[in-house]
């Protein structure tokens, strides 16, 4: 009996074995696996708010955009110049002090002494060489400047519109016979294309400025166009809509046509400014309204020129006028064009 007792093992080994257990190499790499994410999850918590993803909803191209451009002061100077040109062109009737075409300082004008009357109370900016008040002449001319510029750029959009459209929706033999039309344009200087077609017409007049500038635009919008709906041809929701079956007229007028246009609106602000300098560069030529009682800024030019060397104010002004206006058109649209477009950004 004594003996049977004498051999029992005692439970305190067993325990020992047990803790000597925890210390076996799995232990030892769980216990470290918890240590170590223990640190990661305190070295997450001290992370700035910088690499956390924002829950506020995204903005649109448009709204990231006008972001862009309300804190860009080239833009904002553009957009100024330009409004200011807009409203003063629709409202230039009722604000200029006088009749542009009526001849108050005539009999202040002498061919020898005086051909050109200087400013005096009321006319601020003198007289031209008929006695017609200059700074109301140049109000008034805004207006037709703006027109000419304007409606220029629409026709020539619209050009651009059909032909582009043309040729990037169809390909094929149409692309090739539009794109070496386009090309024969294009490789003409754009001054030279206008006038020989405004050359062309039997009596000069702003309609024919306005064609004449509109069909030189017509391939630059063209070829725009063109490349942006190659690149839609190619785009997801275009493979996406044919392989649901849609029409090809509804492919390209709901699909194509609409995201290709950003580019070739953006280009058109750049353009018009084109069409101004275009327009009163045809006017100084005399191909522009031959008659002076409309006042344009080309036109005033064209007028001063036998009085250039005594009298330069008589070209300085309309000359600084279109240099301002075509300067405001080029910054509102370099800017736009930069923040719609991700590639031409800095």
Known sequence: MADTQSTTPPSEPTADRASTGSETPTGRRRGFGQRRKARIDALAETVSDAGRIDDKPGKSLIASAWDRLRRNPVF???????????????????????????????????QTTNPVPGPEPGFPLGADNVGRDLFSRLLVGSRQTLIVGVMATLFGLLGGLILGTLAGAFGGWVDSLVMRAVDVMLSLPSLLLAFSIAAMAARPSQWTVIIAIAIVEIPIFARLLRGS?????????????????????????????????????????????????????????????????????????????????????LAFYPAACIIVVALGFTLMGESLREALDPKSRR
């Open 229 to 313: 709906m190659l690149a839609q041809r190619s785009s997801d929701h275009v493979l996406a809509a044919r392989a649901l079956g849609v029409k090809p007229g509804a492919i390209v007028f709901r699909h194509m046509l609409p995201n290709s246009l950003g580019p070739v609106i953006v280009q058109s602000t750049l353009v018009l400014a084109t069409a101004i300098i275009d327009a009163a560069a045809l006017s100084f030529l005399g191909l522009g309204n031959p008659d002076d009682r409309k006042p344009e800024w080309g036109q005033m030019l064209g007028q001063s020129q036998q009085y250039l060397a005594d009298h330069p104010h």
């Open 76 to 110: 904002l100077l553009g957009a100024t110049i330009t409004t200011l040109f807009i409203v003063i062109a629709a409202i230039s009737p009722w604000i200029a002090p006088h009749d542009p075409a009526a001849r108050l300082l005539i009999d202040k004008v002498s």
